[in-house]
């Protein structure tokens, strides 16, 4: 019985050993992707669809992120999110209310799932995912967050296209059960964006109430 139990434990951390080693194949995909996310700025129309799977309730909003390096724009009804690289403006177009904060990585991961491709770290676990298929135009890529550092989220399951290498789709699982996925409707690239588009400008919002958090 003693030997079984050694054998068991053995097994056990073998196999928890391997379902923790990173693939580096599919961390060079994903670090093409975010090299390439990263070098140009981008406009990305996508639908997002959040499902709570404690209630079973679903929702999905239409929107529009705008990505220059570390800074964004992101548009869905009711809320425009502007990130400048270190200030966040959170607008509540219907309280005419913003909100000013510095938010940490994690927070800004929350808010915009596209912040995964240029944000996980050397400690994140990058595998191909069992779904992914020779046979299919897309790769399925799991990306598992640094299990020392409790995050929000504990998979983010990012689809690439194998021509492109453009992302598909970011679906991210949250601890919460609250889970997320953007999935990329239009991607124009090369556009022209100067920094004052990911600021909040209150001169043309005279009105608005301004909540500062910092």
């Known amino acids: ?4 139990l050694i054998i068991s434990t053995l ?12 693939d580096p194949k599919a961390r060079a995909i994903l670090d093409n992707c975010s090299k390439k996310f990263k070098e140009t700025t981008s406009k990305i129309d996508f639908s997002l669809k959040i499902e709570d799977t404690k209630t079973e309730k679903q929702q999905t909003v239409k929107g529009n992120i705008v990505v220059k390096g570390k800074k964004f724009k ?8 502007y990130y400048d690289g270190k200030t966040q403006y959170v607008h509540m177009l219907k309280n005419k209310e913003v909100s000013l904060t510095t938010p940490i990585l994690e927070d800004l991961q929350l808010i915009n799932p596209a912040y995964l491709i240029t944000s996980y770290t050397k400690q994140s676990t990058v595998q191909f995912s069992l779904d992914n298929k020779a046979s299919s135009p897309n790769y399925i890529i799991d ?8 995050k929000e989220y504990y998979k983010a399951i990012v689809i690439i296209n194998k021509k492109t290498n453009d992302i598909i789709s970011i679906k991210v699982l949250n601890r919460n059960g609250v889970h997320t996925r953007l999935k990329v409707i239009n991607n124009q690239k090369n556009l022209m964006f100067n920094d004052a ?10 009105d608005v109430i301004t909540n500062d958090l910092r």
């Open 197 to 206: 588009f990911f600021v909040f400008d209150f001169k043309t919002n005279p």
């Open 1 to 4: 019985m003693k030997h079984l």
């Open 74 to 81: 992101l548009t869905v009804p009711t809320v425009h999110t």
């Open 11 to 22: 097994l056990l951390f073998t196999a928890m050993a391997l379902f923790s080693q990173d």
């Open 143 to 150: 990306v598992f967050p640094d299990y020392k550092i409790k």
